[in-house]
């Protein structure tokens, strides 16, 4: 067999600021597609609000004060039965909070019946909210008040944790409002003070108008969040 040389092929090495340039483009690209899938995930939400809050029909101003939004804090909360709960197990329903001590005094069982009247009265949408009762202390609760409780979400949480996520309006206790919890879980209506059977109508409406505006990304049950 005769000897032939080898032939070599000599291929240009890759060129460091290009491989760089080449990274660069599609670490932006990656972070163009990230930022497209969030707008897209909250744009109902950011709709919804811009609805009731922005483009909502003039003469019908809402009854309960808008906040700055506050996400459910990762807080260890027990239930009645001392099992451990996660607050955030709590998001994918509109929520409607009381807080209160362990006793529940008057203003306590006010709310929790208005709490319970609200989210009967919204029929068909009733299954989008839950009634929560944040026990702010370690009183046991009065078994008289067991029975009514049985549609409820009751959860013991420190009071100190809750403080650094709901906010009283200056000059009230925590305990003196109604809040309401979006299914992102986050706190961004309180309903004033003074919430009674008379004016309970006015925070239904708000509620009703919340419900219809988010009718579009928003439904029963947690498994769809």
Known sequence: MLDEPLGLTVHSLPVPQEALARDSRRTAIGRLKMLAVLAVCAAPV????????VIRPQ????YGEL?????????SATSLDGAGVSLRSLRGQWLL????????NAACERHLYLQRQMRESLGKDKDRVDWVWLVADGKPVREALRPALAQATVLRVDEAQLG??????????????????????????????ELNLATAPRA???LERLLRASAGWDQPGRGNH
Request: include cysteine.
């Open 97 to 104: 909070v009381s807080v209160a001590g362990g006793e529940c």
């Open 46 to 53: 950011v709709a919804s609000y811009l609805t009731y809050y």
């Open 204 to 206: 239904k409406r708000d």
């Open 164 to 193: 650094r996520w709901l906010a009283p309006a200056p000059g009230q206790a925590l305990a003196d409002h109604l809040y309401l919890v979006d299914p992102m879980g986050n706190w961004m209506l309180r309903f004033p003070a």
């Open 67 to 75: 906040v700055e939004e506050r996400q459910l804090p990762a807080v």
């Open 59 to 62: 003469g019908r101003p809402n």
